[in-house]
Antibody, heavy 120, light 105 residues
């Protein structure tokens, strides 16, 4: 079964850090661009970051540049998002998603999400 | 880059629902559409303007021209009630529309 499973979310104070993980199974992980997408409570979807198959290209939404870092380990079929200097507005469910069409979006597989709550 | 969707659309069961997504020269970009039901992860229903992923019913179709992309649901069913998001990419960045709540009355 093709699957993505996120973990690593939780409650963190403003300014704190977390490392989100996404475990992929059921497909050849190294063949796909991967992204993180978040959704604040009651709000819409927001793309956060994406990474090329070999990790050589990474892109971020402006609001997280310099604070978040996307990475991957193809040997472990895993995607990561290091989130630093967290702010209240980063509170959201964070989804990892597989990009069906080479970095353009078209996210055909999504995980169940991991909740990040930034609060004192 | 910004994608604009109507906040809500209503449709009667069995009728056709159309959800629009507007953006500057959007017709020159590929557009995707996602369905999201409460408490669930999004599901891709249309990609590259008109293509349906495996398992998506034929009643879902898409078009894209000029500044507007449209998701059309023919013969709308109660199970289609959900939030729908359009998505495109610009300058290597992925952009989502604000979402449209489809109500099947």
């Amino acid at each position: 079964e093709v699957q993505l499973v996120e973990s690593g979310g939780g409650l963190v104070q403003p300014g704190g850090s977390l490392r989100l993980s996404c475990a992929a199974s059921g497909f050849t992980f190294s063949r796909y661009w991967m992204s993180w997408v978040r959704q604040a409570p009651g709000k819409g979807l927001e793309w956060v970051a994406k990474i090329k198959q070999d990790g050589s290209e990474k892109y971020y939404v402006d609001s997280v540049k310099g604070r978040f870092t996307i990475s991957r380990d193809n040997a472990q079929n895993s995607l990561y998002l290091q989130v630093n200097s967290l702010r209240a507005e980063d509170t959201a469910v964070y989804y990892c998603a597989r990009d069906l069409v080479g970095g353009e979006g078209a996210f055909d597989i999504w995980g169940q999400g991991t909740m990040v709550t930034v609060s004192s | 880059y910004e994608l604009i969707q109507p906040p809500s659309v209503s449709v009667s069961p069995g009728q056709t629902a159309s959800i629009t997504c507007s953006g500057d020269k959007l017709g020159n970009k590929y557009t995707c559409w996602y369905q999201q039901k409460p408490g669930q992860s999004p599901v891709l229903v249309i990609y590259q303007d008109t293509k349906r992923p495996s398992g998506i019913p034929e009643r879902f179709s898409g078009s894209n021209s000029g500044n507007t992309a449209t998701l059309t649901i023919s013969g709308t069913q109660a199970m289609d009630e959900a939030d729908y998001y359009c998505q495109a990419w610009d300058s290597s960045h992925v952009v989502f529309g604000g979402g449209t709540k489809l109500t099947v009355l």
